[in-house]
């Protein structure tokens, strides 16, 4: 039974922070920021970012916060910027040149509702909006807490992050870089390409709360751990998924001649791997007692996610 | 004989700026934050970037800051992050998908020297590198003025400043748009475009000093009419321009059915109005005396240009 209500805990926080999110982000693309921006654009801004996804790392830096007494209130348009940061990376991966996705979240993307053009130009302002509403004094108070943040997801996005996780994962593809194709590669490339972002999410949280060196390295810790367990488990439903269950055409990865964490463990193996991390997360934020059996449970869901 | 003495002492200057902003571009995309990039990402990265561009500006930051006593060893990694931004801004613009330019400053354009997708993301790891840099403690001591810059950079360079202006330039080449073609239109995308970006720098100075209100809009003055003569300058150019004299191939605008300032005041007209965003530039940063000479003569320099 406490088990069961947990479960509800986690699911009401992460409907919470979506819906949370989902005004804010709202708001960001209606803003005055925005009012001399194009319409077209506008609109493909608006596709790229509203009315879909989990919204799983904005409710990391909620909830994040939510462990230093911060309200959602006060986190949530930090956490709209990793959101902002997380769509211009899908919009700009779905194009032709890149993984060629026409769909996204069950819908077309950005580039096929519009035209390549635009999908460059709003993913473009997206990036550029993400950092625009971290710099804001409206989103913390303390500009020392607002450039810090600035700097970090920076970091992680950038070319030794998500970017050049990007770059590893269409150079994968090719014969030239087999090299990428063993345990150590696969590895590289997803803790660039997704690991540093929700690893980032986690910690978010304690640099608003200007925490101790030893908060943001547990849920540095915790972060990374549930970043690898997200990939794995996305292999895993890869492996089994169709394009009804996971949005996206199923099995790619495997088509694309890439290694998997199934390729490289095997099934068994990769579930073994998983339910370590599963563990290796609920230990890293145990040092946060009861304040952190949401992001606990949060493990848990990443691990066990059916889509 | 004075004003063949200030002349030098623009040029000077303007050398002394690129040179200290080449020195730190190359140490930016040789440093830690680029350990973990993907060589070929990195080499892209570093064509867009290195061994070209007057550097005007990074010329306007270091310059601006001088006014106020701000040494250019202190200004310069502000100047680097604007220089990071327009280089983005010129991967991005010459895809296929957008520009379809191969050439830039008279050698291949990023995706033409690598790949569509290379060529995005070094665009992408450029825009991201340009507030990792303004972020950095190392830039400028004060967290507030760090926070400043990255909104006011992120605000002109985002969906209602650069992209936008792109995105507008863009629909300006589509039947459906002949509004743009007013000289209403060719403004705002202009000013959105390079205008917005020219008036930044031009300010970004008087930010890192902390300046007064009146000294900022004083430079804002100042860059909104270089921002619009740079760009008459460049039509006057392109109408009589060749490939090799501009980089690029000359008439670009008039194949595309663009309007231009010449399409719209006529040569002579443009060239009046040349002369007077030249008067307007100087009477703006007049009010800092001789400290702004060098300021001046950039403003000529803009309006007498030839390639």
Redo the contacts between chains.
């Keep these: 039974m406490a088990m069961a209500s947990n479960k509800t805990l986690f699911a009401e926080r992460l409907a919470q922070a979506a819906e949370l999110v989902e005004v804010r982000l709202s708001a960001l693309l209606a803003g005055p920021?925005?009012?001399?921006?194009?319409r077209?654009?506008?609109e493909a801004?608006a596709h790229a970012v509203l009315g879909g996804g989990k919204r799983f790392r904005p409710f990391l830096v909620i909830e994040g916060a939510h462990i230093f007494g911060i309200d959602p209130a006060n986190s949530v348009s930090a956490a709209a910027a990793v959101e902002l940061l997380h769509c211009y990376s899908l919009v700009?991966d779905d194009?032709p040149?890149?993984d060629n996705d026409a769909l996204r979240r069950g819908r077309p993307s950005v580039w096929k509702a519009f035209?390549?053009?635009?999908a460059?130009?709003a993913?473009?302002?997206l990036?550029?909006?993400a950092?625009?509403t971290?710099?804001?004094?409206a989103t913390h108070p303390n500009?020392?807490v607002?450039?810090?943040f600035?700097?970090g997801l920076?970091?992680v996005?950038?070319?030794?992050g998500m970017?050049?996780g990007?770059?590893?994962d269409?150079?994968a593809e090719t014969a030239a870089r087999a090299d990428l194709h063993t345990a150590a590669g696969v590895q590289a490339i997803q803790d660039?390409k997704t690991g540093a972002l929700i690893r980032f999410s986690a910690c978010a949280g304690a640099i608003l709360a200007s925490a101790t060196a030893a908060e943001v390295q547990a849920l540095a810790t915790y972060g990374s751990a549930i970043g690898a367990a997200f990939q794995i488990a996305d292999d895993l439903l890869d492996a089994g998924g169709d394009a009804t269950q996971i949005g996206k055409r199923a099995g790619k990865d495997a088509q694309a001649g890439k290694a998997t964490w199934i390729s490289i463990l095997g099934i068994d193996g990769a579930r073994a791997r998983l339910a370590q991390l599963e563990r290796d997360a609920a230990t890293a934020v145990s040092v946060f007692g009861a304040r952190s059996d949401v992001l606990a449970q949060a493990a848990t869901f990443v691990a066990q996610r059916q889509k």
């Design positions: 920021s925005l009012d001399d921006t194009p077209r654009l506008k801004m700009h194009l040149a890149m035209d390549e053009a635009t460059i130009l993913g473009d302002a990036l550029t909006l950092f625009e971290l710099a804001d004094p500009p020392e607002r450039a810090q600035v700097l920076a970091r996005s950038g070319a030794s970017v050049g990007q770059q590893l269409l150079e660039m």
